[in-house]
């Protein structure tokens, strides 16, 4: 049933909107806009900052935009004096008690309270008295928490709790006293997060951020008695461009690779190789366990690519832990390919060999020092970084990243299909399992390579294939609340899946918690996640070698190293354990 539509002036703009619509969606309609702090369409909506303030005929007092529903007729005016002077002083206030270190701060010229600043023509010294002094909790090895630079936005809170359901911080205290914290003044590491950085990644200010460890891979590439090899995750390269002035959702892989290379990386490989490795290991696992020879047939498997997943089971859902494929994930069996195989090839101890990754994910950093990690008896990964975190080091050592040309990776490890490419976007774990295990059960082609019932940035999503005679069900979520619910139907029994992949960020890791930050009005008017996964599936589309079990680089590695998919020397390098943790 179409909404009815209301009339609406906005600065004398005549509009029509849907009945319903807040006077901020009204002013784009308008070609106005409004500028807010503390908004995120679909996340966060409570009109606590004031920023968004205008004056609506008839009203008592100035309105909240983001929260404030129009009716018909109504007139808005968006930019006179007194909300333009409303606007000012609010944005002063709130830099009065804002720790004002602009320069040294990881968010400089990506601030949108600094943005505000300077569009308003705020004097930050305005006002001035008593500030907060909170000290940062740095204790987890993902994320980085300075209260000082926050704005009590809440936005944080919000996805943690709305979009996440971990709930691991929220509002304590009252008055000018308020602030975000953990249960109890608990530092992070103490309470049930997960590490997926959504947080960081709508935080307005730089409240937030990632644990950086660009510094120790300068160190590391210095050190001449180390062999320093770098492999990027599928989804970085559909970001990276972003942070160099590129439009979003450019592949800007071969440039890239050049940037890597110049940067004095010895190997520059891709994830890629080893997300195709995934799915001859996974892909295996679920074949023995839905036709009932693995010694773990517990079904629905469930894909264990994403760490903040991973944790988010362990801390929720540890009885369910048997359904966790026991796979390790794509950037952990490349760091154990790296040291064992790699490091055979090379002849070389693989202590004298410093593996790291370029991940869209925060959690990843948590992962690579989770117990069960380390095939070689060192660390599989010694140094894990986001997307951000790649662009820093770029910048930081000269490179024209827009005027390089386009590269590739090296060999072995940096061959990969597409299929091994999906896995950056939700639903490609499962799209590209699909492709192998139809064609290994089938002994046959499938008619299509591409499954685009799981496909889309839906929360959730399922279907239903014919393979070898089988009705295989399948679902794939993204976002942990999604995740939450479907587990609680694998606890109660009444799952009817099969197979089911689970990624901890909503549309999956190309809206990972360490990819570009941005702002809230290009959030709030373009789907971020669907405009990345299209350049992945494009990609995907035009290449040759769209399946896994083709790739020539992982045969080779099963004809020379590991024997077969699911051997036991391939358990011992690539699979991993789970470990029950206390519930919150």
């Known amino acids: 049933m179409e909404k009815k539509m209301v009339n609406v002036k906005i600065n004398d703009i005549a509009v029509q909107v849907p009945e319903g619509s807040t006077i901020l969606e009204a002013a784009k309609v308008a070609g106005v806009k409004i500028p807010?702090?503390?908004?995120?369409?679909?996340?966060?909506?409570?009109?606590?900052?004031?920023?968004?303030l205008v004056e609506v005929k008839g009203a008592r007092g100035l309105c909240a935009a983001c929260v404030y529903p129009v009716n018909e007729g109504m007139e808005v005016y968006t930019n006179?004096?007194?909300?333009?002077?409303?606007?000012?002083?609010?944005?002063?206030?709130?830099?009065?008690?804002?720790?004002?270190?602009?320069?040294?701060c990881v968010r400089n010229n990506k601030c949108e309270l600094q943005d505000l600043a300077m569009e308003f023509g705020c004097d930050a010294h305005r006002f001035k008295g008593v500030t907060n002094d909170y000290p940062m909790d740095t204790t987890t090895p993902y994320i980085v928490r300075d209260n000082s630079k926050c704005v009590l936005c809440r936005r944080c809170v919000a996805v943690c709790k709305n979009v996440q359901s971990v709930s691991a911080i929220g509002a304590n205290a009252r008055g000018f006293d308020t602030h975000i914290g953990?249960?109890?003044?608990?530092?992070?590491?103490?309470?049930?997060?997960?590490?997926?950085?959504?947080?960081?990644?709508?935080?307005?200010?730089?409240?937030l951020h990632e644990r950086e460890e660009v510094d120790d891979v300068l160190d590391a590439l210095a050190d001449p008695t180390k062999r320093v090899i770098v492999g990027t995750a599928p989804s970085v390269r559909v970001g990276l461009g972003e942070e160099f002035g590129m439009p979003m959702g450019t592949n800007v892989e071969g440039k890239m690779v050049a940037a890597l290379r110049r940067c004095g990386f010895n190997d520059v490989?891709?994830?890629?190789?080893?997300?195709?490795?995934?799915?001859?290991?996974?892909g295996t696992e679920f074949i023995n366990r839905v036709t009932g020879k693995a010694h773990n047939n517990t079904l629905p498997m469930i894909t264990s690519c994403s760490p903040a997943w991973i944790k988010f089971?362990?801390?929720?859902?540890p009885?369910?832990?048997?359904?966790?494929?026991?796979?390790?994930?794509?950037?952990?069996?490349?760091?154990?390919?790296?040291?064992?195989?790699?490091a055979e090839k090379l002849g070389m101890d693989p202590k004298d060999i410093i593996v790291v990754s370029i991940m869209p994910c925060t959690a990843k950093k948590f992962e690579k020092g989770r117990a069960?990690?380390?095939?070689?008896?060192?660390?599989?990964?010694?140094?894990?970084?986001?997307?951000r975190e790649l662009a820093k080091l770029i910048k930081r050592k000269g490179i024209i990243f827009n005027e390089l040309p386009d590269e590739q990776f090296d060999t072995p490890l940096g061959i990969a299909s597409g299929a091994g490419l999906l896995f950056g976007a939700t639903g490609g774990v499962m799209e590209a399992a699909l492709r192998t295990v139809y064609e290994v059960l089938e002994g046959k082609a499938a008619p299509s390579l591409d499954w685009l019932e799981v496909r889309g940035t839906e929360g959730r999503k399922e279907a239903t294939y014919k393979v070898a005679g089988m009705d295989v069900k399948v679902c794939v979520v993204s976002g942990l609340a999604n995740a939450r619910k479907v587990m609680e139907e694998v606890a109660a029994g009444t799952s009817p899946y099969h197979f089911i992949e689970v990624m901890s960020c909503p549309?999956?890791?190309?809206?990972?918690?360490?990819?570009?930050?941005?702002?809230?009005?290009?959030?709030?008017?373009?789907?971020?996640?669907?405009?990345?996964?299209?350049?992945?599936?494009?990609?995907?589309?035009?290449?040759?070698?769209?399946?896994?079990?083709?790739?020539?680089?992982?045969?080779?590695?099963?004809?020379?190293?590991f024997g077969a998919p699911g051997s036991h020397k391939a358990h011992d390098v690539l699979h991993t354990s789970y470990v029950k943790r206390e519930k919150y």
Request: proline share 3%.
């Open 36 to 52: 807010t702090l503390c908004y995120l369409k679909g996340i966060n909506a409570i009109g606590a900052c004031r920023v968004c």
């Open 80 to 104: 006179t004096p007194k909300v333009m002077e409303s606007r000012k002083t609010t944005v002063e206030l709130i830099l009065s008690d804002h720790k004002k270190d602009c320069l040294n």
């Open 182 to 207: 953990c249960a109890f003044e608990k530092n992070l590491n103490e309470v049930s997060c997960v590490g997926c950085g959504q947080c960081i990644a709508v935080c307005p200010v730089g409240a």
């Open 269 to 282: 490989f891709d994830v890629n190789f080893t997300a195709d490795l995934t799915i001859m290991e996974e």
């Open 313 to 317: 089971c362990e801390h929720n859902f």
């Open 319 to 342: 009885e369910e832990l048997d359904h966790l494929s026991s796979c390790k994930s794509p950037q952990q069996m490349f760091g154990a390919v790296c040291k064992t195989y790699y």
């Open 372 to 387: 069960d990690q380390s095939a070689a008896g060192v660390p599989d990964i010694d140094f894990a970084l986001t997307t």
């Open 507 to 561: 549309g999956g890791c190309v809206n990972g918690g360490g990819q570009p930050i941005v702002d809230a009005y290009t959030r709030n008017n373009n789907d971020v996640r669907a405009i990345r996964a299209k350049a992945i599936y494009d990609t995907d589309a035009a290449m040759t070698l769209r399946k896994s079990h083709e790739n020539p680089a992982v045969q080779d590695l099963y004809k020379d190293y």
